[in-house]
């Protein structure tokens, strides 16, 4: 990580499971990701839910960063995004996009500071 990048911690909230709903524990992933230092959380994620709407059926990927062990999810199966301080854990995951689709967010981003910006000059 250079320090052009800083890295964010976000939870994935995933639907319960519709079969068996008595079971009370959510199936929700804490990720930590990279993006570049001048965007903040917020930022990526009204980027991210701008994917989602554009291409909800590709993949993202969490890989455990102890087990090395990889789930691909779609992005149409993240119901919200949150994020909190940063904090280590022992499942944790990154957050992995293709190269596409973090290109795709970067751009959202830089859009979003852009109208933000105008209306502030007002």
Same mark, same amino acid.
């Given at each position: ?15 319960? /499971? ?9 199936? /929700? ?9 001048? &965007? /903040?959380?917020?930022? &990526? ?36 995004? !949150? &994020? ?6 022992? /499942?944790?995951?990154?957050? #992995? &996009? @293709?190269?596409? @689709?973090?290109?795709?967010? !970067?751009?959202?981003?830089?859009? !979003?500071?852009?109208? #933000? ?6």
């Amino acid at each position: 990580m250079t320090k052009a990048l800083k890295k964010i911690q976000v939870t994935l909230y995933m639907p319960k /499971n519709r079969k068996h709903l008595n079971t009370t524990k959510l199936v /929700n992933h804490r990720a930590t990701v990279c993006i570049p230092q001048q &965007f /903040n959380e917020a930022d &990526f994620i009204k980027a991210f839910y701008e994917l989602q709407k554009a291409v909800p059926n590709n993949l993202i990927k969490l890989k455990a960063k102890k087990t090395k062990k990889t789930i691909e999810v779609e992005l149409k199966k993240v119901e919200f995004l !949150n &994020f909190g301080k940063y904090k280590g854990f022992e /499942n944790e995951y990154e957050l #992995l &996009f @293709d190269e596409t @689709d973090y290109a795709t967010i !970067n751009y959202a981003m830089l859009q !979003n500071i852009k109208i #933000l910006g105008a209306y502030s000059a007002k």
